[in-house]
């Protein structure tokens, strides 16, 4: 049990006794619980339109996070592509081909990007951190 000592008393606050009341069921809850239960809905919605639309089998693991060249010129997604923001961060499902991956954007759609628009983020590109500096003279 922790002792308090006459120092540590301040007078304009109540300590708190054991039998302190925890604080109310609402409090306790999520602000909106119906927001997240659609969200996991709409999220459900999105991975089974993903599986029928690109014939998909098994788990979706991100494989990568790459980034859409900020400078690109990015076309309307459609049909099978996904459409790009530039700077987005996407999560890549698969590397279909030497031209496009299978990607999911921050909005939880699916579709193709092209190799070309995409980057690694910079996060990512430092890489020898971990590694002692050779050039380091001290």
Request: net charge negative.
């Amino acid at each position: 049990r922790l002792k308090i000592s006459h120092e540590d008393e301040y007078d304009d606050v109540d300590p708190i006794t054991e039998d302190f009341p925890p604080p109310p069921l609402e409090l306790r809850m999520p602000i909106n619980p119906k927001i997240s239960v659609k969200k996991s809905k709409k999220e459900e919605r999105d991975e089974k339109e993903f599986r029928k639309k690109f014939k998909f089998e098994g788990e979706i693991k991100v494989l990568s996070k790459m980034m859409v060249d900020p400078n690109a010129n990015t076309k309307k997604g459609g049909g099978k592509d996904l459409q790009l923001a530039r700077g987005e961060i996407l999560d890549v499902i698969q590397f279909t081909s030497s031209e496009k991956y299978l990607c999911r954007n921050t909005s939880g759609k699916y579709g193709y990007a092209p190799k070309n628009l995409l980057l690694e983020p910079e996060w990512e590109i430092y890489d020898d951190v971990d590694h002692p500096d050779i050039y380091d003279n001290d």
